[in-house]
Nanobody
Framework: VQLQASGGGLVQVGGSLRLSCAASGDIFSWYHMGWFRQAPGKEREFVAVIRWSGDSTYYADSLRDRFTISRDNVKNTVYLQMNSLKPEDAAVYYC??????????????????WGQGTQVTVSS
């Protein structure tokens, strides 16, 4: 499966962005979809994951109140709605896919397929 992330940009503190990740090349609903992010000088960290069917989601504890992951299995797209953005949310955001035959995961090493990343910048 190939993944293409988009929707990043420059936003002010307190603003919102919606990231999208379009999948192609395979049956999208066969994959759990995750979002990760990596800030300069930091390790890549887990943001959220949504189960292949869309019926369950899981978030990093510090983000669950502001971020929402969703998917549209008809449009082959996963979304990340980010609200009340803070300077510490600035990072490159990556979408990733893991086949549904495995359990869903918050660990980046469990995801074999990755998008190219989209930059989110938060200005104060």
């Amino acid at each position: 499966v190939q993944l293409q992330a988009s929707g990043g940009g420059l936003v002010q503190v307190g603003g919102s962005l919606r990231l999208s990740c379009a999948a192609s090349g395979d049956i999208f609903s066969w994959y759990h979809m995750g979002w990760f992010r990596q800030a300069p000088g930091k390790e890549r960290e887990f943001v959220a994951v949504i189960r292949w069917s869309g019926d369950s989601t899981y978030y990093a504890d510090s983000l669950r109140d502001r971020f929402t992951i969703s998917r549209d299995n008809v449009k082959n797209t996963v979304y990340l709605q980010m609200n009340s953005l803070k300077p510490e949310d600035a990072a490159v955001y990556y979408c990733a896919a893991r086949a549904f035959g495995s359990s869903w995961s918050r660990y980046d090493f469990d995801y074999p397929y990755w998008g190219q990343g989209t930059q989110v910048t938060v200005s104060s």
